[in-house]
């Protein structure tokens, strides 16, 4: 079951393909949840799992704080 509304601010999701402890399918399902919601939101998946994801996250840093930088400037 997912808790979301049309009133949800944008969401910025980062989620690790070989987390072995939550699958990245809930973060996939929830992404189109939101799309369909027309809620503004980004998926970033890493090939890695649940704690070696945070060993290469440069790239998905970046990404976030981009995110962050694009919606709360409006």
Same mark, same amino acid.
């Given at each position: 079951?997912?808790?979301?509304?049309?009133?949800?601010?944008p969401?910025?999701?980062? &989620?690790?393909e070989?987390?072995?402890?939550? *699958?990245?399918?809930?973060? /996939?399902?929830?992404?189109?949840?939101?799309?369909?919601? $027309?809620?503004?939101?980004?998926?970033?998946?890493?090939?890695?799992? &649940?704690?070696?994801?945070?060993?290469?996250? *440069?790239?998905?840093l970046? /990404?976030?704080?981009?995110?962050?930088?694009?919606?709360? $400037?409006?």
């Amino acid at each position: 079951m997912m808790l979301v509304s049309a009133a949800m601010p944008p969401v910025f999701l980062y &989620h690790g393909e070989s987390d072995w402890i939550v *699958d990245v399918d809930h973060s /996939r399902q929830l992404r189109d949840r939101l799309i369909e919601l $027309k809620i503004p939101v980004e998926l970033v998946e890493t090939e890695h799992g &649940h704690f070696s994801q945070n060993l290469y996250a *440069d790239a998905a840093l970046t /990404r976030g704080f981009d995110f962050l930088d694009r919606w709360m $400037k409006k």
